[in-house]
């Protein structure tokens, strides 16, 4: 029999101004959150004599996996134009750069285990979980919805008959008030601890319910929905109007033309406020330089130059999902004391999701990043879980801070980088200053040296065309 310790130990979790855990019931600020994990403390968790880890430990490796979730989401973005091969997906399976988005999903969710550890007034931390949600939306509809100019054009400003309204920010501003709202609103509270992953499941079991109704609310819209033909226009930069019409008259289809997410959008969103460069316009079917953008083919489907926004209404339920399951991974590190018991629900769960989403796979329900197909969700998470893993026996288990520093570093600014790259301030200053005349300037110069490559490929200093920083 174990001897009960009373050592206390607490759990500092930082974050940049993207991931900072709110105080419920505090001051309104946003802040870092101290959870006191103890034995015997508030919520009962029952200690050991094994090794645990140290007082007031911070927990580094969510800061670290953030910052390298950073890094990854530049390089993706920049050499994904020279090498195909870790650019995004046309659209079925799944690439390098796919499972940049759903690993801040993840990180989302693990924060919120901390952030709402304790609610004493879960109306006020309902409202402040609403009002961050908010703020976080807008600053996405403003960065993503077409306002902020190119790097050579100098114009500004959005129609807002056709701005986006849908964008990586507005998804993880959902994803985050649904699950914030889960974490304030559904979690049995008993008089006991927590020893065990039944205990766990228990305590948890309204959340995990409101992830299966989503899952089965997505699976019967994607698959049951009947999808009737419909029209599009595009006008070109001549003015001249293209008329199109896509024929479907199908249910269950998964196709780029005809599937159930893209009718959603185009029937509330509005076809004019959807994502006007999808990421299949890469196929074989649209680009005669695929897996490249390139010119259409003679016998390109009509649906090639449709708008598809890859976060949309329908596929964002699954974007809940992988938050939802997060958090979960976050409750193991509030309820457990243990490395080696956190490590073990950590693997056992991730190992479980990702032999599900292959299976998946593999009997047709295909990982597909622009739906967020269950499949890719399964093994997007289980990737995540795994390689936070990795990062936290290398940081907080074994104590490699400091080669890990530059990526906490990224990781507590993740937001002001995200935003200072998908704006093209940077960029935009930099090429400010040139010398004789504005073509002499360091971006052009580095998009020279990069091989001459357009617009639409890499730029000096990592930094890429605004709207693919983050794209499916």
Sequence with gaps: METATTTKSSIVVHGGRDSKEESAGGDGGVHHAVVDVEAGGSGGETA?????????????????????TVALMIIVDDVGGVVPAISHSPWDGVTLADFVFPFFLFIVGVSLAFAYRKVPNKVLATKKAVLRAAKLFLVGLILQ?????????????????KIRLMGVLQRIAIAYLAVALCEIWLRFSSGGGISSGC?????????????????????VILYGLYVPDWEYEVTTPDSTVKHFLVKCGVRGNTGPGCNAVGMIDRSFLGIQHLYTHPVYLKTKQCSMDSPRNGPFPPDAPSWCEAPFDPEGVLSSL?????????????????????????IRRWSISSLCLLTLGFSLHLFGLHMNKSLYSLSYTCVTIGTAGLFFVAIYL???????????????????????????????????????????????????WGRRGAGGVDEDGMVVAAMSYPVELWRP
């Design 145 to 161: 919805g077409g306002y902020f100019h190119g790097l050579h054009d100098l114009t500004y400003g959005v129609d807002i008959r």
């Design 394 to 444: 290398l940081v907080d288990v074994y104590g490699y801070k400091r080669p890990a520093f530059p990526m906490e570093w990224v990781g507590k600014h993740a937001l002001m980088i995200f935003v200072l790259v998908a704006c093209n301030i940077v960029p935009v200053l930099v090429q400010g200053f040139y010398w004789k005349e504005p073509r002499n300037n360091l971006v052009h």
């Design 199 to 219: 205990m766990l499941v228990r305590r948890y079991r309204h959340q995990m319910f409101v992830g299966l109704v989503l899952v089965v609310m997505y699976l």
């Design 48 to 68: 050991s004599t094994d090794p645990a880890p140290p007082t007031r430990q911070r927990l580094v490796s969510l800061d670290v996996f953030r910052g390298i």
């Design 318 to 342: 699954m974007a809940i999902v992988t938050c939802l399951i997060g958090l979960q991974i976050g409750h193991v590190i509030v309820h457990f004391k243990k490395h080696g018991e956190r």
